[in-house]
């Protein structure tokens, strides 16, 4: 696929003409001023989710500017390679198919995917069924999630968010650290006859999760218990590796599924566990009318494509380096580590398709916590701080409790938050003032249901294909994370032996330090 660099583009040259001329002195009050109709032009529903960019630093002109950015660049064919399954993650020759996880059975694919997405529904099945005896079997009622990243954050995430909807009667814990502090609190407070363990691994080789899966058996076997193949499941595409490591009961997935897209696959196992096959069987329906509106709506009215090309012009003609998020629901409290790890890990790179140094910024800092809390931290500085950093705010209309007056006074902190970045107060002198024009993005949801999630996170990523596209890195590798893996590798053996040989200074001085004494 022919590709052009996003900066030798007719379209970004009149970006940068559109920036100097107009786009770096934008002020959003004065823009709704004179626009009425602004709020309208700039709101967009998609399925399940509502959202007004109205209050960005953009207008029609740099709208599109940016599709015609996203046409020369080759989104659409890009995209459509990733739903035909053509090796797109050119680094590890793989497909990039996490949406064929949500195609409903029955669909038509093409006759390149039926043979994958025969095994993608038979696992699902059979994890699904799984799932549901786990339910109906009241002796279990702890599941431990042991696995790192992509095979943590999603089900973690998810399973919280969904929590008014989870089974009563069983706890979730995910251990992903390889602190054994993590491990040691979860298990004080387990029976092993009570508890099952997920060991989560995409490859089963990864050093924190073998350490956590490790301890996890021999607590268990400690125990005097022996049924490892009642008490243990892995969830993995190296199935062989979880028999030898002793575990029978194995859903499998394929490495044409990312580690941070994995959570439609055998990885959501905790999530169906806690909201049922049915409810895990919305949260994919969620998603797939999400990736139907990624396929076919035009890019002016296209959601994901919208909010990763305002991401690029953030991120390049704006300069801004970090984005913050803040779900305005307690559910959605991990939502933030989620999002870090799919939009940094994907976009975090420095070079081209073919390794060569890009001229310009791409993936910013990702970060956040729920409103209202934020609010009490650092909300300050997004006030009346030197820099300037775009929010994302996220409110759900109806709340799942009937605490009397609770969600009225935080749906009204979302929106005035909101509103105190835009307008400002330019009359109060001094330390009062709020320059105030600063952007934010408004998503509304319904209701927090698996459906809402699911659509949720697919505009994400496909938010994240998207600029990830246009700035033309490869958002499916991350090369990045190995070198610490290989330099602890080093380091390990080094703190029993106190040999500091061919380390830098700082490395052996702190490696002196952390050495156990006695
Ligand atoms: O180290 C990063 C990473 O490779 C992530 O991309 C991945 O989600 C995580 O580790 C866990 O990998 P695995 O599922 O293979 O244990």
């Not at 073998?210 to 190296?238: C, P, Y």
């Not at 006074?409 to 709020?434: E, P, S, Y």
């Amino acid at each position: 696929m022919q590709r052009t660099r996003a900066d030798r583009t007719a379209a970004w040259a009149s970006l940068r003409a559109h920036y100097d001329a107009s786009g770096k002195d934008f002020d959003l009050r004065r823009a709704f001023a004179e626009d009425p109709k602004r709020f309208g032009a700039l709101c967009q529903s998609a399925p399940h989710v509502f959202a007004d960019l109205s209050k960005n630093l953009i207008d029609a002109r740099t709208e599109a500017l940016l599709v015609a950015l996203a046409r020369e660049t080759g989104l659409e064919a890009h995209r459509d390679a990733m739903f035909a399954g053509e090796h797109i993650n050119a680094t590890e020759n793989r497909a990039v198919l996490h949406t064929l996880l949500r195609t409903p059975a029955g669909a038509a694919v093409d006759a390149s995917l039926a043979s994958a997405f025969n095994d993608v529904q038979a696992t699902l099945a059979a994890m699904l069924a799984f799932a549901e005896e786990v339910r109906a079997d009241h002796t279990i009622t702890d599941v431990v999630n042991i696995g790192i990243g992509g095979s943590d954050l999603g089900p973690q995430m998810a399973v919280l968010a969904l929590e008014a909807d989870v089974a009563r009667g069983k706890r979730f814990h995910f251990v992903s650290n390889v602190d054994g502090h993590e491990l040691d609190g979860v298990l004080r407070g387990l029976a092993p006859e009570h508890t099952l363990f997920l060991i989560a691994s995409k490859t089963f080789t990864t050093a924190e999760t073998m350490a956590n899966a490790r301890s996890a058996k021999r607590w268990f076997e400690q125990s005097g218990s022996v049924d490892i193949a009642r008490h243990f499941a892995a969830l993995t595409t190296n199935v062989e590796a979880a028999r030898e490591f002793g575990i029978e009961t194995t859903f499998g997935f394929w490495d044409w599924v990312g580690g941070r897209y994995s959570l439609w696959s055998s990885i959501g196992l905790p999530i169906a566990l806690a909201i049922g096959a049915e409810g895990f069987r919305r949260l994919l329906a969620g998603a797939r009318v999400m990736d139907e509106h990624f396929l076919t709506a035009p890019l002016e009215q296209n959601l994901p494509v919208r909010l990763g090309l305002l991401d690029v012009w953030y991120r390049d003609f704006h300069r801004f380096t970090s984005r913050c998020i803040a779900p305005y629901h307690s559910s959605l409290r991990r939502l933030p580590a989620y999002l870090q790890q799919l939009e940094m890990e994907s976009n975090g790179k420095q070079v081209d398709m073919d390794g060569k140094p890009l001229p310009f910024g791409t993936s910013p800092v990702l970060w956040g916590e729920p409103g209202t809390n934020g609010q009490h931290a650092y909300f300050q500085m997004l006030h009346q701080g030197t820099d300037v950093i775009p929010l994302e705010f996220i409110a759900v209309r109806d709340a799942a409790h009937d605490l009397e007056g609770h969600h009225p006074k935080l749906l009204a902190n979302a929106l005035a938050q909101a509103q105190a970045l835009m307008v400002g107060q330019a009359d109060a002198g001094g330390h009062r003032n709020f320059p105030g024009n600063r952007p934010s993005s408004f998503f509304v949801f319904e209701k927090l249901t698996p459906e809402s999630l699911g659509a949720f996170v697919a505009l994400y990523e496909h938010r994240v294909f998207t600029s990830g596209s246009v700035w033309g890195i490869n958002s499916f590798d991350q090369w990045g994370v190995e070198l610490g893996k290989v330099l602890a590798r080093d380091i390990e053996p080094r703190l029993a032996s106190g040999n500091a040989e061919g380390l830098d200074a700082s490395t052996a001085g702190l490696l002196q330090r952390l050495r156990p004494r006695g």
